[in-house]
Each structure stands twice: as structure tokens, then as C-alpha cells.
Nanobody
Framework: QMQLVESGGGLVQAGGSLRLSCTASGRAIGEYVSGWFRQAPGKEREFVAAIGRSGDNTVYPDSVKGRFTISSDNAKNTFYLQMNSLKPEDTARYYC???????????????WGQGTQVTVSS
């Protein structure tokens, strides 16, 4: 059975950095599109980043573009979200996901991790 497990969340001061990891078991991530989403309390889940199967196609919303970078390491069956210049508004629970299309739409992703909390203090 395929499963995703996130790690790397925590508490960081504004301006700091964190790197989230998402490790897959059961199937190779290279067969799928990898994505990150986040959900803050009282808000809907929102798209953060996606990377295509070949690793050369990445997509970000304007809110994180230039600060966040998604990457993947097929040999480790793991993909990452490097987050720099963090802001208090980046505070949320971050979820990794696998899908079949490079998309910002949650419905295009079929497998989700349990999430990892990121808290940015001001």
C-alpha cells in the first residue's frame, strides 16, 4: 500500500528557513506529480507547489514564488519543500500529495500525507 510521510516541520522565526520532506513507500514517486499544500486554522487548504515527473516543471502560487522551492530525489523516493524568508502568514499545516497532473487543484491529487505543522513567529 502506498503511503506518504512528511517531516521537517517546526517553529521558526520570521525570516528563517525550513525544509520539509515527504517520503513515499509502496510506489516510485517518479511515476507521479508531487505537490505541497497547506491549511491554516479556519482557512481552506491552498496550493503551495508542484513538480512534474521529470523534475523540470515546477509551479508555485505568487504567495510563495521566489521563497519556496520544490525538488525531488527519486533515488530516495522523497520530495522536498525548501522554505526561505518565512513569514508569520506561512504558518499552517503542510501536506504533501501525489497526483497525475501538475496542478494547483486538490482534486488532481490522489494520495496525501498526514501533514506537518509549520509555525512562524514574528
Amino acid at each position: 500500500q502506498m503511503q506518504l510521510v512528511e517531516s521537517g516541520g517546526g517553529l521558526v522565526q520570521a525570516g528563517g528557513s525550513l525544509r520539509l520532506s515527504c517520503t513515499a513507500s509502496g510506489r516510485a514517486i517518479g511515476e507521479y506529480v508531487s505537490g505541497w499544500f497547506r491549511q491554516a486554522p479556519g482557512k481552506e487548504r491552498e496550493f503551495v507547489a508542484a513538480i512534474g515527473r521529470s523534475g523540470d516543471n515546477t509551479v508555485y502560487p505568487d504567495s510563495v514564488k521566489g521563497r519556496f522551492t520544490i525538488s525531488s530525489d527519486n533515488a530516495k523516493n522523497t520530495f522536498y519543500l525548501q522554505m526561505n524568508s518565512l513569514k508569520p502568514e506561512d504558518t499552517a499545516r503542510y501536506y504533501c500529495a501525489l497526483g497525475n497532473y501538475v496542478s494547483s487543484t486538490q482534486d488532481h491529487y490522489f494520495l496525501w500525507g498526514q501533514g506537518t505543522q509549520v509555525t512562524v513567529s514574528s
